[in-house]
């Protein structure tokens, strides 16, 4: 060991007590109070390697408790038989594990409300879809959204809406690819096509902040005898988005696809 200090060392006439062993009683006194006996900085160690792990399980609970999440821009319409469920939660970003489950209950009926669906948004989520299987009639609904140990969970006022009968026809996405900023989504219908019949590729931007609708992105003719449909698209800059297709038959209710999820980087 280097000594730290290589001054002169002067003699001094203090002497000092010869050390004393400690008695069992002493050792066993001192032990008990050693925390206490180290230097500042080393009992701030000490006592900080004592709480941590504690701290560790009850610190995201505590900050982040007092922050409460919101909805806005809550929307439930009919969408081919069943009910599409459109809305904004607050904070639009950072979700963990963020939950919106959607809850209903028939006009008139005085029970509790039904889980009906649930999604997971992911962390840069803002603007959410979800289709709820509801079947043709009057309804009431409500969502709740929650991210344990990151906000406060919330639900939102209760939206009525009417569900229409199931359509007579059908649409489904059969394939989606990306590539960068491009993307091909394919589909295929029941009936074929008719004259004036046409299919519309809808589209809603998930950012927060971007407004919480879906937007014909595309429109394709759909003539006598056709039965698939193919649409390429761009985005300028990266996105997340929901898409559906729309499928309008003259004189007929039109039907819709699933929802599908679509990334642009």
Not at 54 to 75: C, D
Not at 89 to 104: D, E, L, N
Not at 234 to 247: C, D, G, K, N, V
Request: overall charge positive.
């Amino acid at each position: 060991m280097q000594c730290l200090y290589a001054g002169p060392v002067r003699r001094s006439g203090l002497s000092l007590p010869l050390p004393v062993r400690p008695s069992a009683s002493d050792r066993a006194a001192r032990a008990g109070r050693r925390l206490l006996a180290v230097p500042l900085v080393g009992r701030l160690t000490a006592v900080a390697l004592l709480v941590a792990p504690a701290a560790l399980l009850v610190a995201p609970a505590l900050a982040n408790a007092e922050t409460q999440s919101t909805f806005k821009n809550l929307t439930v319409e009919s969408n081919g038989g069943q009910a599409l469920v459109i809305g904004t939660v607050a904070p639009g970003s950072g979700h963990v594990k963020g939950t919106v489950t959607v809850f209903a209950r028939a006009v008139g009926e005085k029970g509790a409300f039904t889980t009906v669906a649930s999604d997971v948004l992911p962390a840069s989520v803002g603007n959410f879809a979800i289709l709820a299987p509801l079947t043709a009639g009057s309804w009431e609904v409500k969502v709740r959204f929650e991210d344990r140990q990151q906000v406060v969970a919330s639900t939102s006022h209760t939206v009525r809406v009417t569900i229409g009968a199931e359509p007579n026809s059908s649409i489904a996405v059969t394939s989606l690819n990306t590539k960068g900023k491009r993307f091909t989504l394919a589909g295929t219908t029941s009936p074929p096509g008719e004259s004036g019949a046409k299919i519309e590729l809808l589209m809603l931007n998930t950012a927060a902040g971007a407004p919480a609708q879906f937007k014909v992105f595309g429109t394709a003719s759909f003539g006598t005898g056709k039965t698939t449909v193919t649409f390429r698209g761009m985005s300028a800059i990266p996105r997340r988005w929901e898409l559906q297709l729309e499928y309008v038959r003259p004189g007929e209710a039109p039907s819709f696809s699933g929802l599908t999820t679509v990334s642009v980087q």
